[in-house]
């Protein structure tokens, strides 16, 4: 299956910034549209920010002017970087396709403290 791998997470103060970078293998066409999702505790994985290929992305409002997704299709990475970070931005972030196609990879912890 495919692999995804995210690094970049760890611990920020509130108004601190962190960039997530995932890196995708097998992914064999650039077209496919690439997402950021985050999970917190005790609630479901939402999808925050996605990217097509050509490089049109959407957010969701909770993230929107903060965070901008990104990606490489040479290198099959996709980036988030995630400004003026708030606590409620505390979760476990994962990449997959906007349509969560892939196998899950492990995710990446980011808190933001008060």
């Known amino acids: 299956q495919v692999q995804l791998v995210e690094s970049g997470g760890g611990l920020v103060q509130a108004g601190g910034s962190l960039r997530l970078s995932c890196q995708a293998s097998r992914i064999i066409f650039r077209i496919i549209a690439m997402g950021w999702y985050r999970q917190a505790p005790g609630k479901q994985r939402e999808l925050i920010a996605a990217?097509?290929?050509?490089?049109?992305?959407n957010y969701t409002d909770s993230v929107k002017g903060r965070f901008t997704i990104s990606r490489d299709n040479a290198k099959n990475t996709v980036d988030l970087q995630m400004n003026s970070l708030k606590p409620e931005d505390t979760a476990v972030y994962y990449c997959?396709?906007?349509?969560?196609?892939?196998?899950w990879g492990q995710g990446i912890q980011v808190t933001v403290s008060s």
């Open positions: 990217i097509t290929g050509g490089g049109i992305t």
């Open positions: 997959n396709t906007r349509s969560g196609a892939y196998r």
